[in-house]
């Protein structure tokens, strides 16, 4: 049976900003922030007035989802995303406690991962490469705080 | 003629042999860092400030701009290279500067955004020195209200040439409007939407939103697609130069993009983002090849390039004069220039003229430089970006890490920015356009800033937006922007480009 939604697009960027509207209704009004006049606007008075309209766009989203075709959505690749996105959150995790000399090595090697034309060699070498030169340009040249061996091993 | 005298002081100034040198390398430094992704001016100049301690005024002063406008040409380079902007005016170049280097014409490209830069720069320059007190003295006629339409309008503009869904478009818009209200109220100092973290006491990072959503989400799509890159990398670079063609039509975008960037540089809340797009969106308007915006127009190169170059230039137009800061960079000069004793103001130019007058010059000399250094240089830029892909955007994601987290020394903005890769690959499956969004949170808290004065000075009254004829005309031109979407033969061009997705 054909569902009746003619394009999944709209239909959840139409939920999506609906959702992020209303949280961020929700948000102010329970955290009080006042909405105060058109003259004195609160700290509510903008963002509320922002939230309504990105609801109303999105119920507007949410309608021609159901009258107007749409192209299909493409498939989700979680193997690209995970490999993108996790590292990166580990590093941060990582990087003080462990230090650049972990946590980068770790980022470069399992990003690459998410490349077809991964190989252990080169990804290896240029985990070691990479780390030898931010720690070059961006420790020791423009001094950015980042300890190379971290706390964790008494660094 | 009295400018001719200011000039030959400046030009005393900026010709030593030490100031020549800081001008080099800020300006080499910039197009550095302006190439790599992760890192911007903003970050590069707040952790050399302390540096600049130490060097006599005028050169410090002379190489943290040369970083600035050094960084316009280089986030060009990643624009065009990587398809992914070094900072926000760059965004405008992807879209057709991308398409060029996938056509394998990347060194015609850059070389053209070198040559409209360049013009631009020294155009601006010029400008500078020729009409900055008058120029300050018309930018203080804006009154709030006519901000708040300028940035309408320019949020407009960015829906206008946004892919896609112009629904989806304008609903990011409110998305980046309402991200960027994040952190702290100006006016009543309270909290919002920080969840009670402390780390979003301030906001969020501009540079943590680009990089997630251009950058991240861009890898994910392009580990999607398989990496494959081949566009760029089997294809060889052939020709750095342009054809008689391309000159041909460089001449009237760049004309165009430097006069549209200066006049909006001086603006302050804008700086350089808002010229390049009014500039791509008026050349798209006004050019006969704007079927091919989009998909390799040289146009669309030329004129934003021109325009961020320019726009760099004139923001400096109301720190010099006045001591207002136009934009982030400015606000660390301005920083810069207490740090060294002295203050900024109308002052400056009267009590020291060797300043003021040295900076403007090194500013074409930094130019200069820029060209003569770059135009060979491409081959190594392009050089760098025929890396294969697999060893790249690792690289990347190591810069992008290290270059958020040296913003506020805060692993919380590594986590926001994997967060906004994550949103940004997201919506871009579902065709909603990064672009706005992120303009629309730059401008988002200036906006509510403007409205709230705006409302304040004519005491609740709305209609003053339509009263002042600043604000009205701008807001006009924004209605008819929009309108002009609905015409057929504008909305054809805009499917066509949108099916190519």
Not at chain 1, 65 to 87: D, E, R
Not at chain 2, 423 to 440: I, V
């Given at each position: 049976?054909?569902?009746?939604?003619?394009?999944?697009?709209?239909?959840?960027?139409?939920?999506?900003?609906?959702?992020?509207?209303?949280?961020?209704?929700?948000?102010?009004?329970?955290?009080?922030?006042?909405?105060?006049?058109?003259?004195?606007?609160?700290?509510?008075?903008?963002?509320?007035?922002?939230?309504?309209?990105?609801?109303?766009?999105?119920?507007?989203?949410?309608?021609?989802?159901?009258?107007?075709?749409?192209?299909?959505?493409?498939?989700?690749?979680?193997?690209?995303?995970?490999?993108?996105?996790?590292?990166?959150?580990?590093?941060?995790?990582?990087?003080?406690?462990?230090?650049?000399?972990?946590?980068?090595?770790?980022?470069?090697?399992?990003?690459?991962?998410?490349?077809?034309?991964?190989?252990?060699?080169?990804?290896?070498?240029?985990?070691?490469?990479?780390?030898?030169?931010?720690?070059?340009?961006?420790?020791?040249?423009l001094g950015v705080p980042l300890p190379i061996l971290g706390s964790w091993f008494g660094g | 003629m009295e400018l001719i005298a200011n000039l030959?002081?400046?030009?005393?100034?900026?010709?030593?042999?030490?100031?020549?040198?800081?001008?080099?390398?800020?300006?080499?430094?910039?197009?550095?860092?302006?190439?790599?992704?992760?890192?911007?001016?903003?970050?590069?100049?707040?952790?050399?400030?302390?540096?600049?301690?130490?060097?006599?005024?005028?050169?410090?002063?002379?190489?943290?701009?040369?970083?600035?406008?050094?960084?316009?040409?280089?986030?060009?380079?990643?624009?065009?290279?990587?398809?992914?902007?070094?900072?926000?005016?760059?965004?405008?170049?992807?879209?057709?500067?991308?398409?060029?280097?996938?056509?394998?014409?990347?060194?015609?490209?850059?070389?053209?955004?070198?040559?409209?830069?360049?013009?631009?720069?020294?155009?601006?320059?010029?400008?500078?020195?020729?009409?900055?007190?008058?120029?300050?003295?018309?930018?203080?006629?804006?009154?709030?209200?006519?901000?708040?339409?300028?940035?309408?309008?320019?949020?407009?503009?960015?829906?206008?040439?946004?892919?896609?869904?112009?629904?989806?478009?304008?609903?990011?818009?409110?998305?980046?409007?309402?991200?960027?209200?994040?952190?702290?109220?100006?006016?009543?100092?309270?909290?919002?939407?920080?969840?009670?973290?402390?780390?979003?006491?301030?906001?969020?990072?501009?540079?943590?939103?680009?990089?997630?959503?251009?950058?991240?989400?861009?890898?994910?799509?392009?580990?999607?697609?398989?990496?494959?890159?081949?566009?760029?990398?089997?294809?060889?670079?052939?020709?750095?130069?342009?054809?008689?063609?391309?000159?041909?039509?460089?001449?009237?975008?760049?004309?165009?993009?430097?006069?549209?960037?200066?006049?909006?540089?001086?603006?302050?809340?804008?700086?350089?983002?808002?010229?390049?797009?009014?500039?791509?969106?008026?050349?798209?308007?006004?050019?006969?090849?704007?079927?091919?915006?989009?998909?390799?127009?040289?146009?669309?190169?030329?004129?934003?390039?021109?325009?961020?170059?320019?726009?760099?230039?004139?923001?400096?137009?109301?720190?010099?004069?006045?001591?207002?800061?136009?934009?982030?960079?400015?606000?660390?000069?301005?920083?810069?220039?207490?740090?060294?004793?002295?203050?900024?103001?109308?002052?400056?130019?009267?009590?020291?003229?060797?300043?003021?007058?040295?900076?403007?010059?090194?500013?074409?000399?930094?130019?200069?430089?820029?060209?003569?250094?770059?135009?060979?240089?491409?081959?190594?830029?392009?050089?760098?970006?025929?890396?294969?892909?697999?060893?790249?955007?690792?690289?990347?994601?190591?810069?992008?890490?290290?270059?958020?987290?040296?913003?506020?020394?805060?692993?919380?903005?590594?986590?926001?920015?994997?967060?906004?890769?994550?949103?940004?690959?997201?919506?871009?499956?579902?065709?909603?356009?990064?672009?706005?969004?992120?303009l629309a949170f730059i401008l988002g808290p200036l906006m509510e800033e403007y409205l709230r004065r705006a409302m304040l000075m004519s005491r609740?009254?709305?209609?003053?937006?339509?009263?002042?004829?600043?604000?009205?005309?701008?807001?006009?031109?924004?209605?008819?922007?929009?309108?002009?979407?609905?015409?057929?033969?504008?909305?054809?061009?805009?499917?066509?480009?949108?099916?190519?997705?």
């Amino acid at each position: 049976m054909a569902s009746p939604i003619r394009s999944s697009k709209d239909f959840l960027t139409g939920i999506i900003y609906m959702a992020i509207g209303s949280g961020a209704v929700l948000i102010a009004v329970l955290g009080d922030y006042g909405i105060g006049t058109a003259l004195r606007m609160g700290p509510a008075y903008f963002p509320l007035v922002l939230s309504f309209l990105l609801i109303f766009i999105g119920l507007i989203s949410l309608i021609r989802s159901f009258i107007q075709p749409g192209t299909p959505i493409g498939a989700f690749t979680v193997k690209g995303l995970l490999l993108v996105v996790l590292p990166t959150v580990l590093f941060g995790l990582l990087v003080r406690g462990a230090g650049l000399i972990v946590a980068l090595p770790l980022l470069v090697v399992v990003s690459s991962y998410a490349s077809r034309q991964f190989r252990w060699g080169p990804a290896l070498a240029l985990a070691a490469g990479l780390t030898v030169f931010c720690a070059l340009v961006f420790l020791k040249g423009l001094g950015v705080p980042l300890p190379i061996l971290g706390s964790w091993f008494g660094g | 003629m009295e400018l001719i005298a200011n000039l030959g002081l400046g030009l005393g100034v900026a010709l030593t042999p030490a100031n020549l040198l800081y001008c080099l390398a800020g300006v080499f430094l910039g197009t550095l860092i302006g190439v790599l992704p992760g890192l911007g001016p903003t970050a590069t100049i707040s952790m050399l400030l302390p540096i600049t301690f130490v060097l006599p005024p005028i050169s410090a002063l002379i190489m943290l701009a040369g970083i600035y406008y050094g960084s316009q040409y280089g986030g060009s380079t990643t624009s065009i290279l990587v398809n992914l902007p070094g900072e926000a005016a760059s965004v405008v170049t992807t879209l057709d500067g991308y398409q060029m280097a996938l056509q394998g014409r990347a060194g015609v490209a850059l070389t053209t955004a070198a040559i409209g830069s360049f013009f631009a720069g020294t155009v601006a320059t010029f400008l500078l020195a020729l009409f900055a007190p008058p120029l300050a003295e018309m930018a203080l006629k804006f009154g709030p209200a006519d901000y708040f339409s300028l940035m309408v309008l320019g949020l407009v503009a960015s829906v206008v040439l946004a892919h896609g869904s112009l629904l989806h478009a304008i609903g990011m818009v409110v998305v980046g409007l309402l991200l960027g209200l994040v952190g702290s109220d100006v006016t009543s100092g309270g909290q919002r939407f920080t969840f009670g973290l402390p780390q979003l006491a301030d906001g969020i990072g501009f540079v943590v939103v680009a990089m997630g959503m251009f950058g991240l989400s861009e890898i994910i799509r392009n580990l999607e697609q398989g990496a494959d890159r081949s566009g760029l990398v089997t294809k060889k670079i052939t020709s750095l130069m342009p054809t008689r063609k391309d000159w041909k039509r460089m001449i009237a975008p760049i004309l165009r993009g430097t006069a549209i960037g200066s006049a909006l540089g001086i603006l302050p809340g804008s700086g350089s983002i808002l010229g390049s797009f009014a500039a791509y969106s008026l050349e798209k308007k006004v050019s006969k090849y704007r079927k091919q915006f989009g998909k390799g127009a040289i146009e669309g190169v030329a004129a934003p390039e021109s325009a961020n170059n320019a726009g760099a230039q004139t923001s400096f137009i109301p720190m010099l004069t006045l001591g207002i800061p136009s934009n982030p960079v400015m606000a660390l000069m301005v920083g810069a220039m207490i740090i060294q004793g002295i203050q900024p103001g109308p002052s400056v130019i009267s009590e020291q003229p060797a300043l003021f007058w040295g900076i403007i010059v090194s500013m074409w000399i930094g130019n200069l430089f820029l060209v003569i250094l770059n135009l060979p240089m491409i081959g190594i830029w392009v050089r760098i970006i025929m890396v294969p892909y697999q060893f790249l955007y690792p690289a990347i994601l190591a810069f992008c890490a290290i270059g958020v987290f040296s913003l506020n020394n805060s692993e919380f903005d590594i986590f926001l920015m994997a967060l906004f890769g994550l949103l940004g690959y997201g919506f871009s499956k579902l065709d909603c356009e990064p672009a706005p969004m992120l303009l629309a949170f730059i401008l988002g808290p200036l906006m509510e800033e403007y409205l709230r004065r705006a409302m304040l000075m004519s005491r609740g009254d709305p209609m003053v937006f339509l009263r002042r004829p600043i604000s009205a005309t701008l807001l006009v031109m924004a209605l008819l922007a929009l309108l002009v979407i609905f015409i057929p033969a504008f909305s054809k061009t805009r499917e066509e480009a949108f099916i190519e997705e």
